[in-house]
């Protein structure tokens, strides 16, 4: 029997890749991956499927009605999941539009598209939307307590407030059309192949180059980091398990201050590659804060753990030294971000760095 097909929105970014390099190395799937290739997509990132025959790639923007209807209907996919968006909160700070156009308008497409293909179907038991979210959604919390998914929504950042929409919609779909959905809420990932403007490919790339590294504020607010890997893995169980109209948070209880993350970072790379004098914690500099800065984020994932079987492989400690060891293992894919439009975005935004 053929493979069936799953659609991968934003599979040329940072989490996109990581998935659909774990579906084609299962050899489960036919994967497409639809990108529009924004300053973050990159397809060196899927360099070692890319020649897989079961994998394709469509250059396409997921507001493109036209053609995400002829992607549907062309290669009859069991499923969608959907991580396109655009996903950085300082960008969505300093211009919101591309946030409310991708994230909200984007998400609204698919899933009309995905409607009109599913109301084709005649085995209309397979069928599932699985968008990927944040923990982002659930605003800021104090110094104790978790998220989890009976906690309300309150986004306070541009992207935030996209992403939370975007959740909105997507289960408004599924309570008016019976359109067959489940949402996944993750905490902030780390790992290969993060674009280096997020916080510790940034820490790693600017202590290599001798640069600052600008810490927002004192450097205690705290994140709760999961390995990308892992993350993949609970997107690809939400599919294939994931109860339909549910929504599931995926965290690994990995809480750290800002100001922790970056010293583990300067201590590892003191150790793997030190520097002829001091320490890349001399490099520590505190720079004007993030407006709006959420304070906390910490997820409770015992839903997705007893009720789907997920477990991550890595804690921080093992997942950030794997991290670090990449990036020095491949600072050619560094290099290649850097001289390109991210470059430029930098320069017309970051200049006061
Ligand atoms: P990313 O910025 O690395 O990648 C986003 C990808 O989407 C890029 O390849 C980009 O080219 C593509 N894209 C953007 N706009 C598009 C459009 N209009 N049409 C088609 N493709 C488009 O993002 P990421 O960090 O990999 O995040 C992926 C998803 O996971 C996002 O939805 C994000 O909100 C969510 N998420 C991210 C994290 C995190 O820590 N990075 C945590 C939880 C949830
Ligand atoms: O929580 C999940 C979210 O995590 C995802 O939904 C987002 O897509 C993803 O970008 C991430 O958002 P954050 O804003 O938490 O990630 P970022 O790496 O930008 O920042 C992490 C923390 O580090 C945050 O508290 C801000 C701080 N920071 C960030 C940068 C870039 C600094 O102190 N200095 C920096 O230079």
């Known amino acids: 029997m ?16 990581a998935v659909v390099r774990q579906l084609i190395k299962a050899s489960d799937y036919n994967v497409v991956n639809i990108d529009k290739l924004t300053y973050a997509g990159n397809l060196e990132s899927l360099k070692e499927i ?11 923007d997921i507001c493109d009605k036209e053609n995400i209807s002829r992607i549907f209907n062309e290669y009859q996919p069991v499923g969608i999941l959907h991580l396109a968006a655009e996903s950085h909160v300082d960008r969505s700070i ?18 009309e598209c995905a409607r009109e293909y599913f109301n084709t179907l005649t085995d209309k038991s397979q069928f599932k939307f699985v968008h990927i979210s944040t923990d982002e959604v659930f605003g800021s919390l104090g110094d104790t ?51 280096p403007e997020k916080l510790i490919p940034l820490v790693i790339n600017n202590a290599l180059a001798g ?7 004192k450097g205690d607010n705290i994140r709760d980091w999961l390995y990308v890997e892992d993350h993949a893995k609970g997107i690809i169980l ?23 993350v970056v010293q583990t970072i300067c201590r590892i790379l003191d150790e793997l590659q030190p520097k002829a004098v001091g320490s890349y914690l001399d490099q520590i500099t505190y ?26 492989e890595e804690n921080f400690d093992t997942g950030i030294k794997k991290t670090v060891q990449w990036y ?26």
């Open 2 to 17: 053929s493979k069936k097909t799953l659609l991968v929105t934003g599979g040329a970014g940072f989490i996109g890749s």
């Open 50 to 60: 890319a020649d897989n025959p079961s994998y394709k790639f469509e250059q396409v």
């Open 94 to 111: 300093v211009g919101p539009g591309e946030f409310i156009q991708t994230n909200i308008i984007g998400t609204y497409n698919l899933l």
């Open 145 to 195: 307590g978790y998220f989890s998914e009976t906690t309300s929504y309150d986004p306070r950042s541009p992207y935030s407030s996209s992403k939370a929409s975007s959740d909105l919609l997507v289960r408004a779909w599924y309570h008016t059309y019976n359109l067959p959905i489940v949402i996944t809420n993750c905490t902030n990932n780390y790992g290969p192949y993060h674009f």
């Open 211 to 217: 640069k600052n590294l600008p810490i927002y504020g």
């Open 238 to 260: 939400a599919f294939e398990k994931g109860v339909l109209g549910e929504s599931y948070c995926i965290g690994g209880h990995n809480e750290r201050t800002n100001l922790e």
């Open 287 to 312: 720079v004007t804060d993030r407006a709006g800065h959420d304070f906390r984020y910490a997820m409770d994932p015992t839903k997705i753990q007893t009720e789907l079987g997920w477990q991550p």
């Open 328 to 353: 020095l293992d491949n600072q050619e894919w560094v290099q290649h971000i850097m001289s390109g439009e991210y470059q430029n975005w930098i320069q017309q935004n970051y200049t006061a760095r």
